[in-house]
Structure formats: structure tokens, C-alpha cells
């Protein structure tokens, strides 16, 4: 289980995906893909912040409320807040993986897919 932003920011680093960079908005230390928001640590709340559309994060904050939360500050937008020391690894490396994925520019991910003959 990951407990806070060192072990999340070293589970997205251990994916070794290209296009990863460390930036400081705000202040704060995150992770950005293709020059986008993409793994960072609650700056609002103690937790890990993921995508998870409105629909999605729904469902998780009925399912389970010990894991899930949600700060006011991230209510407007598509994210979900993860509990320090519930974060299941499994989980955020599908997330990050699939986020990375989304923020990459279609046409830069079709070639890296065939390069890595994923594609």
C-alpha cells in the first residue's frame, strides 16, 4: 500500500513511461505526461488524486468511503481522492498507466505503440 507522495511519485516513475517530467506548480511538487497534470498528491486534502469521471467516482465514494473521498476543491472536475495507506498498487498503476495514455497526443501514441509492437 502507498502511504504518501514519495511512494506514489516512485510507483509512476517505476513505470518508466516516456514524456514524464517532475514540475513544481504552485509550489508543489507533481508529476506531468506530454506537458499535462498527470500523478500528484492532494494539495487541498491528505490523499493521492486520480481521474475518475463523475459517474465512476460515484460509484467508488458508495463502494467504499474508507478508501475514497472527495475535497470540495476537486468536486468540480473529473478526479477522485485516495486515502494515504489505501492505495492499492494494482490499482494506481492501471490508473496512471491508462491516464498516461489519455493525455498522450494520439498520433505521438500510435507510433510509440508500434515501436513497442503493442500496437
Known amino acids: 500500500m502507498i502511504t504518501?507522495?514519495?511512494g506514489l511519485k516512485a510507483l509512476?516513475?517505476?513505470l518508466d513511461l516516456p514524456e514524464v517530467t517532475l514540475a513544481h506548480p504552485w509550489g508543489h511538487e507533481v508529476l506531468k505526461a506530454h506537458g499535462k497534470l498527470w500523478?500528484?498528491?492532494g494539495m487541498m486534502a491528505d490523499g493521492a488524486?486520480?481521474?475518475a469521471d463523475k459517474e465512476e467516482r460515484e460509484i467508488l465514494l458508495a463502494?467504499?468511503?474508507q478508501t475514497f473521498f472527495l475535497h470540495p476543491h476537486y468536486a468540480p472536475h473529473n478526479l477522485i481522492l485516495v486515502r494515504p495507506g489505501r492505495i492499492d498498487e494494482g490499482w494506481a498503476r492501471a490508473r496512471l498507466i491508462a491516464h498516461w495514455r489519455d493525455l498522450a497526443p494520439k498520433r505521438w501514441l500510435k507510433?510509440?505503440?508500434q515501436a513497442q509492437g503493442t500496437a
Request: charge should be negative; charged fraction near 20%; glycine fraction near 0%.
Open 4 to 6: 504518501d507522495w514519495q
Open 12 to 14: 509512476a516513475l517505476s
Open 39 to 41: 500523478c500528484y498528491w
Open 49 to 51: 488524486v486520480f481521474r
Open 63 to 65: 463502494a467504499d468511503p
Open 111 to 113: 507510433a510509440w505503440d
